[in-house]
């Protein structure tokens, strides 16, 4: 069964700390992406990576990096965490062909910021 | 930008019965992709249906079907016999082209009544 993992279901930061949201995907997909959902506006981009150490902004990069050294991982970073980043972030991943299939995602991560 | 559009925030249904959620998108190409997700209250985001721009035949998979009015920019999806665990939030996506990243609505929430 194809995965995209995340690694923390739940997470607690105190204001100011440096977050890392680690995201693993076991189908040998060439993009992957960060979303935060929060409700009301839907899911937003993050940041997204097409390939090993390609990174592009999304809609809303602000107070956040990404690393992905490894096809499979794919990590989202609050340099430093702020309330107003308490959400839910939405890994994904998709593999580049000549039709889109949409995205495979992960469970979420639900972070809260106090 | 592309730009989703959901103009139903909650829909409620009775089990059973039939009910069509909508969608309209504002693109400027000819070659995209239109997806129809389900979040369940676990949170795991699933690909409900997804639907080709060129194809003018509505896709359907089992009890889920979509109008697509390609002139319209229209995508509303129709679930038949509605059961209680179609109960989620219902989001729909716009991909364009080349472009493999998703757009998203700001969802639908859907309640399944017994």
């Known amino acids: 069964d194809v995965k995209v993992t995340q690694s923390s279901r739940y997470l607690v930061k105190r204001t100011g700390e440096k977050v890392f949201l680690e995201c693993v995907q076991d189908?040998?997909?060439?993009?992957m992406f960060w979303y935060r959902q929060d409700p009301g506006l839907g899911l937003r981009l993050i940041y997204f990576s097409y390939d090993v150490k390609m990174k592009e902004k999304g809609d809303i990069p602000e107070g956040y990096s990404v690393s992905r050294e490894k096809k499979e991982r794919f990590s989202l970073i609050l340099e430093s965490a702020s309330t107003n980043q308490t959400s839910m972030y939405l890994c994904a991943s998709s593999f580049v062909g000549h039709k889109n299939y949409g995205y495979t995602f992960g469970s979420g991560t639900r972070l809260t910021v106090v | 930008a592309q730009t989703v559009t959901q103009s139903q925030p909650e829909m409620s249904v009775q089990e059973a019965e039939t009910v069509t959620l909508s969608c309209t998108y504002d693109?400027?190409?000819?070659?995209?992709?239109l997806f129809w997700y389900k979040q369940p209250p676990s949170r795991q985001m699933i690909l409900v249906i997804r639907q080709e721009a060129y194809k003018q035949q509505n896709a359907t998979e089992n009890r889920f079907s979509v109008n697509f009015q390609k002139a319209a920019k229209s995508f509303s999806l129709k679930i038949s016999d509605s059961q209680l665990g179609d109960a989620a939030m219902y989001f729909c996506a716009y991909s364009g082209g080349s472009n493999y990243k998703l757009t998203f609505g700001k969802g639908t929430l859907l309640t399944v009544n017994p």
């Open positions: 189908m040998d997909h060439e993009n």
């Open positions: 693109t400027s190409e000819s070659d995209y992709y």
